[in-house]
């Protein structure tokens, strides 16, 4: 039986030679371990033998199931220990990271090595913290007027709402939280209805509706928007430029951002995706070109507060990308679990995710007929997380949250609460819990958890 991945011990071979600012900030070539290529053999495909290799690759305890992917999730050991080298180099080197060579030519390899497996271009990709970082760079960085309109949802994290909330304050924007459609089991959701929310309030208001920001998947409900449709059919032929909330679609979804179209995606790096803390994706379409001609009217229609980037002529990107003295194992280690995912296939890991995800809410709604299961299992709509109260008093915070407890301290299921407003004029919140299947889980994991919420079921109903 062949391992999932080989450690290969070699050196990266960075950019030494060149023209302007990449040249003049060449790293050295022992300023970083060396990143092995993973090596798989076509066994490994064979159906169960990847996935069972794959968990080999993860340190999680054995004696318990981790399941709250959609908050963090784990870095594979592989990844893990390229991390660790990489970090002892730093600090037994610090003066060849340093920023008097700055990240050009490093950070450019490591955005050509992720850029593809999302269906983007380098020059598109900037490597961030995280989601709300990259969500932040964009709105903070357009030039809102007063009177604008943001069309958004009532599901919306935080990191989002929050900077909208901001410009909404400081500009004068107006901040629309749309109701979208919920999935309760027994009324099931459409594309067609989330396409229509967005169709009906663009001609609602107008020419004032200058940005539509929505997540891809709903962290509450878990929930996959149909992106792709809404920029397409929505924003697209209105001139309205789309912010994608891929909180939950970096890792887990077999993403091709062109294909999507839209303006601008950010995600995390440390979720689906497995990578490191404080690190994450941001795309932006083309360099923004297609937001200047859709802001025709505006002089400077998003704004980069990174003068000397731009004096050196550098892309949109690397004025994104700059911030001086940055963390290169972290974002090396980012770089070397998208590459770890590419080579698996993205298209087999979001059809495992989705696999074991069917499992789980086939296997609750059975379990719990008469439960609201709030993710849907409707093609298009599904994703890894699922959202269920199996109580009858949905807005009992309580209750849910002893379920969650019971669950991990005596079943060793990890999982997490979430709530949110069925309806948006909701006066209480629907509580629920949250869980995510990945693709270091197994079938018998999903059926041990459905057979242990049951036991705790009958506890405490």
């Keep these: 039986m062949s391992s999932a991945l080989t450690s290969v011990t070699s050196r990266r071979q960075f950019l030494k030679a060149g023209s302007g600012v990449a040249a003049a900030m060449a790293l050295p070539s022992s300023a970083m ?9 076509a066994s490994d495909f064979r159906p169960n033998k990847l996935w069972q290799s794959l968990r080999r690759e993860f340190i999680l305890p054995k004696d318990s199931c981790y399941m709250n992917i959609g908050t963090t999730g784990s ?27 700055g990240p050009f030519p490093h950070v450019t390899q490591m955005i050509a090595d992720v850029a ?44 989002l709402t929050s900077p909208l909330h901001v410009v909404s304050e400081r500009y004068g924007v107006e901040v629309i939280e749309l109701e979208i459609p919920v999935d309760t089991g027994a009324n ?4 067609d209805q989330f396409v229509q929310v967005f169709a009906d309030a663009v001609a609602l208001y107008g020419s004032r509706v200058r940005l539509l ?33 891929g909180a939950h679609g970096i890792g887990m979804l077999d993403l091709d951002f062109h294909d999507m179209d839209c303006d601008f995606y950010a995600g995390p790096g440390h979720k689906w995706q497995c990578g490191p803390g404080a690190s994450g994706i941001l795309y932006v379409r083309d360099n923004a070109e297609r937001l200047k001609q859709f802001w025709y009217d505006r002089p400077q229609p998003l704004h980069i507060i990174n003068s000397s980037m731009a004096a050196m002529n550098q892309p949109l990107n ?16 980012l770089a070397d679990v998208c590459k770890m995912w590419d080579q698996i296939g993205r298209d087999r890991i979001e059809q495992r995710v989705l696999e074991l995800s069917a499992r789980l809410k086939r296997g609750l709604a059975k379990a719990f007929p008469e439960a ?25 915070r309580d209750l849910i949250a002893q379920m969650n407890s019971e669950l991990r301290e005596r079943h060793g299921f990890t999982i997490r609460t979430v709530n949110f407003k069925l309806r948006a004029d909701d006066a209480f919140d629907t509580h629920a819990l949250r869980i995510s299947t990945h693709l270091f889980h197994s079938e018998e994991e999903v059926d041990q958890l459905v057979k242990a919420m049951k036991r705790v079921y009958r506890q405490l109903a």
């Excluded at 020059?123 to 309109?149: K, P, W, Y």
């Excluded at 298009?380 to 269920?388: A, K, Q």
């Design 33 to 41: 371990a060396a990143v092995a290529e993973p090596e798989w053999r």
């Design 75 to 101: 870095i594979p050991r592989t990844v893990l220990d390229k991390l660790e080298r990489n970090n002892r180099l730093v600090a037994r080197d610090p003066y060849a990271m340093g920023d008097k060579f």
């Design 116 to 159: 593809p497996g999302f269906g983007a271009e380098p020059h598109e990709i900037v490597l961030s913290r995280n989601t709300t970082d990259g969500i932040c760079s964009i709105i903070g960085g357009l030039q809102f007027e007063a009177g604008d309109v943001v069309l958004t949802t009532h599901h919306e994290h935080i990191g």
């Design 188 to 191: 099931s959701v459409t594309e």
């Design 213 to 245: 920001a929505f997540s891809h998947i709903t962290y509450k409900t878990g929930t996959t928007l149909p992106a792709k449709r809404i920029c397409k059919e929505v924003a697209i032929p209105n001139q309205i430029p789309t912010l994608v909330d």
């Design 318 to 333: 690397m004025q994104l990308q700059y911030v001086g003295n940055d963390n290169f194992p972290m974002k090396q280690a």
């Design 372 to 396: 609201a299961i709030y993710s849907p299992l409707v093609t298009g709509l599904e994703s890894g997380l699922t959202t269920i109260n199996p109580f009858y008093d949905q807005a009992d």
